[in-house]
């Protein structure tokens, strides 16, 4: 099957950006959809065209979907503290719907909606993660629960003749990351000296380039009403941190602490990240997704449908602290 005319919501985020460009340099036509056209001006993009809306607006979806054969769906709010004002919830699960609904009025031929590891529960004594495990529930966190309730959503258009394929990356790093994501902040703050201390965790990280072509492989291979997990490779903090200082960095911070101890200092940084208007150096949301994380989250299934094939953290690290330093962020 051939599809021509691809949009992507969320094209300004992380992921968003190295899909558009995959996209582009592939030769599909492309519309990318952000919310703030001001973003534009400060990022290098490649000339493709733009609508500006929010997928909580359905008369602006329905619109801007005309004439398009594959929506790629990563409009989503990110949360690691919780859900005070019920955004995450609503953004993460109305959004998916009304992108789903759109399709369907103007027969777009497949959605590939970009979900989170999230959307699983699974504890640090689960054998392996995979598309079989556990979803999240109402015992998680919210945005668990957004992304869980984010896939029933957009699934129910399936029995309507909509194709819809999910995939579940893990914490994502890598270049054009122009907005420092949680995990690209980490890369930065590690780089400058600015993180005193590292916990004693690790986690499953994964390229945004490969992001990018798995999602392009998904357009054409993925099996619609189908979960994608998309895992990269299980690293500790240490070893990341030592990645940043041989590829320039500061020395990684010489204290490492156990989960207890971190916890202490959650409410003193969250305070700080209020006076300061800055993102937390950690929650208690984050410290659990580290206690969890049972070092086999799997990607066979994507390995094998659609041909993902993750790249070495190491050069992921690499990569995003040479890009990092070239557009002057670091």
Sequence with gaps: MSF??????????????NIINALHQKGFDVLA??????????MQLPEIEWVHGNVLDPVFLEKAFKDVDVVVNLAAQISIDGDP??????????GPANVAEACL?????????????????????????????????????KYDQSKIGGERAVFKAVEQGLEVVTL?????????NYWSSFTGQMLKDLYLGRIPALTRSA??????????????????KGRSGENYILSGEGV???????????????KPPLVTVGYGLAGFGIPFLSLYSKLTGTQ????????????????????????????????????????????YKKHGMI
């Design 280 to 323: 937390p150096l950690y929650t208690r949301e984050s410290l659990e997704v580290l206690k969890n994380y049972n070092g086999n989250i799997s990607n066979a299934k994507a390995r094998k449908e659609l041909g993902f094939n993750p790249r070495a953290v190491k050069q992921t690290v690499k990569d995003s602290i040479d890009w």
């Design 236 to 250: 500790d903090l240490r070893t990341i941190a030592s990645w940043v200082h041989e590829f320039g960095g500061k």
């Design 33 to 42: 959809n952000n919310r703030d056209a001001n973003k534009l001006a400060t």
């Design 203 to 220: 986690f499953d990280w994964v390229d945004a380039r490969d992001l990018a072509e798995a999602t392009i492989s998904a357009i054409t």
């Design 85 to 94: 004002k019920g955004d995450v919830m609503r953004i993460n699960i109305q």
């Design 168 to 176: 579940n990356p893990t914490a994502v790093l890598g270049p054009f």
């Design 4 to 17: 021509m005319k691809v949009a992507v919501t969320g094209a300004t985020g992380h992921i968003g950006l």
């Design 105 to 141: 009025k103007n027969k777009v031929k497949r959605l590939i909606h970009f979900s989170s590891i999230h959307a699983y529960k699974y504890t640090a004594t689960d054998p392996v993660v995979n598309e079989q495990s556990d979803r999240a529930d109402e015992t998680c966190f």
